[in-house]
């Protein structure tokens, strides 16, 4: 249940939905990919943002999220890079107020030119 006496969707997910996990955090393939295998670390416990989290948890999604790179790295070896992103707060874009980690694996020739990665969340800010 999320603070605010809503029902928090990654607090009551389906069992079918996880892939890897941990006592502290797992993992599910994102509900509306950027990328083929797009995925999500989530802690257990609901934090609203990466900045709730404790350091146990933090090492926990970080163990996760390098066990998602490989199990990704296995499926499709045509993966070459990948964006690691948490969005926090509304006005940052985060949409689900319960941490979740971003693992998008990327491809040559997926975009015309990758450069500047994240920071092409703004308009002009990734050409430099």
Request: proline share 5%; aromatic share 6%; with cysteine.
């Amino acid at each position: 249940m999320a603070d605010n006496g809503t029902r928090c969707a990654f607090c009551h997910i389906s069992a079918e939905r996880i892939g890897l996990e941990s006592h502290l955090a797992y993992s599910i393939r994102d509900a509306f990919p950027v990328t083929e295998l797009h995925s999500l670390v989530i802690p257990r416990r609901h934090a609203v943002d990466y900045f709730s989290l404790t350091r146990e948890e933090l090492l926990a999604c970080d163990d996760l999220i390098r066990r998602v790179r490989e199990e990704i790295l296995l499926k499709d070896p045509g993966v070459g890079g990948f964006n690691l992103g948490v969005n926090n707060g509304v006005v940052a874009g985060q949409t689900v107020l319960h941490c979740h980690f971003h693992v998008i694996p990327r491809r040559q020739g997926d975009v015309a030119n990758p450069r500047g990665g994240i920071r092409h969340l703004l308009p002009g800010k990734g050409n430099y």
